[in-house]
């Protein structure tokens, strides 16, 4: 018998003995403790076992020092004192993921064409935005910052830039680097930003592409900037070419591909104190100049958050895109038809009922309920992710393959009567769902060929997860103890 096998025989005898109830433990072993769940034979979470004993306590910890490199286990259980555990070192921490096409993105996430080096255009910068922005320049230099800076770049130099990046900067930027190299002083110059060295701008824009850097299980929504129509719905762009820094780990971009209510040259910025991919700043590098003349941004109004919480509908503003609800109270979506905004809506507390029985013309995307019941023959063509849990009794899920964009769907929390439609839903590329239902699919025959991305949730076993993994091409192995109290 192995140390491992011990420890985990230990832990048996521990969990039994205080048991009043059979029951069961997932639990995922590494190098820094446990991580544990509770449940019964129903799959329901339960606290079960005797908690904050000693005995329990001692062989958890017992378990963690020969675990080595990990495993996760599934300890069954009774009162009498009997137990089996299956576990494995190759199955991944549940819940789990495997991406199965690195390259798919959910909508809006599209990763944008590359640039290609090139000559775009060889005219010298436009005489009458240099001279304007040598102006305002020169008005900054004389008011704020006399030791003046660097000398700028040649017509050349600028060129040659753009040849490397593809694409010919915005007039009033290209002047700005005919004027002066950078802003090595942090003057205040473009408040709150700082210009990098054109150099500089040429080497980020050979790395990632500002916005986000997703993936297939990331929050898939992505809202509106704030004035709307500015700023296409992305998740990245190529048109967006950051020129400067902020003193707080954000970065301004150019965007030279706008929204239809935008301008090209207008000013985003991302990094870190933005929640969307990028924010909307400003109509231009001029107009940055400008207000740096009046006294900078130093009042200006965060925009507003896109997606908030709320304990009531009546709690929602107008303008909101993304609603989380904390109610225990039901919930209609004709009562949501006012916030001709709303993309994506979560329940995230189980209610009593979800209703979308007439059909919306709100733009959801996005929907995630918790509901004893639910009714969602009005879902709009737009739904491209779905996250359905709580529901008391097993319901039929097929006329959800009527929507043509249902790209994302997790049925993990959900009690399904008909699993085996899900392959016949025409969109489906991410498919989350727990131990059972898995087994059931994948017992019908279907074939996981066309999915970008699959997930384990909601409650699964060790053996779950063993035959869950080798579907999708993984080799996993899992191992079986037997074992009673003496």
């Not at 096998?5 to 446990?34: C, K, M, N, W």
């Not at 000693?54 to 958890?60: E, F, I, N």
């Not at 690195?102 to 935005?129: I, K, Q, S, W």
């Not at 150099?199 to 704030?226: H, K, M, N």
């Amino acid at each position: 018998m192995t140390e491992i096998d011990e420890a985990l025989h230990r832990l048996g005898r521990a969990f039994t003995a205080g048991l009043r109830e059979p029951g069961y433990q997932l639990s995922t072993v590494h190098r820094h403790g446990i991580q544990s769940q509770t449940f019964t034979t129903a799959g329901e979470p339960s606290l079960l076992g005797r908690w904050l004993n000693k005995d329990l306590d001692d062989a958890t910890w017992g378990l963690t020092e020969v675990a080595g490199r990990g495993l996760v286990f599934e300890m069954i259980g009774d009162p009498d004192g009997t137990y089996t555990i299956h576990w494995s070192r190759d199955v991944p921490s549940l819940p789990a993921r495997i991406v199965l096409d690195e390259d798919f993105r959910l909508p809006g996430h599209e990763t944008p064409p590359a640039r290609e080096p090139g000559v775009p255009d060889t005219r010298v910068t436009d005489p009458a935005v240099l001279a304007e922005v040598e102006r305002l320049v020169g008005a900054f230099i004389s008011g704020h910052h006399p030791q003046g800076y660097a000398r700028g770049h040649t017509e050349e130099e600028i060129l040659a830039a753009e040849r490397v990046l593809g694409l010919r900067l915005p007039e009033d930027l290209r002047a700005l680097y005919r004027l002066i190299h950078d802003d090595y002083d942090e003057s205040g110059l473009l408040d709150p930003f700082v210009l990098v060295p054109l150099d500089q701008l040429v080497t980020w824009s050979r790395q990632d592409l500002p916005g986000y850097q997703d993936e297939l299980f990331d929050d898939a929504v992505i809202f509106d900037c704030v004035p709307a129509g500015h700023v296409r719905r992305t998740s990245a762009s190529s048109g967006w070419v950051t020129f400067a820094r902020d003193y707080g780990m954000n970065f301004a971009a150019v965007d030279l591909d706008p929204g239809p209510l935008g301008r090209s040259g207008q000013i985003v910025m991302h990094g870190r104190d933005v929640w969307a991919p990028v924010e909307y700043v400003i109509g231009s590098v001029t107009d940055l100049l400008r207000r740096a003349l009046t006294g900078g941004d130093k009042e200006r109004a965060s925009p507003p958050d896109p997606q908030v919480w709320a304990d009531s509908i009546a709690d929602l503003p107008p303008s909101v895109q993304g609603a989380k609800l904390r109610t225990d109270a039901p919930v209609d979506v004709a009562d949501l038809e006012p916030f001709t905004n709303l993309r994506s809506l979560g329940v995230r507390e189980k209610v009593p009922s979800f209703t979308m029985a007439s059909p919306t013309a709100l733009p959801l995307e996005h929907l995630h309920v918790e509901a004893a019941r639910w009714d969602l023959t009005g879902l709009p063509p737009t739904v491209f992710d779905l996250l359905l849990a709580g529901n008391d009794e097993p319901v039929p899920v097929a006329a959800l393959a009527a929507l043509p964009n249902l790209v994302r769907l997790d049925l993990s929390g959900a009690k399904v009567s008909d699993i085996p439609v899900l392959a016949t839903f025409p969109a489906l590329r991410v498919l989350t769902l727990d131990g059972r239902q898995w087994a059931e699919l994948l017992a019908s025959g279907w074939q996981p060929g066309r999915l970008a991305g699959a997930g384990l949730g909601g409650t699964a076993g060790v053996t779950d997860a063993v035959r869950w993994s080798r579907a999708f091409g993984r080799p996993a192995d899992a191992y079986t103890l037997n074992g009673s109290r003496p």
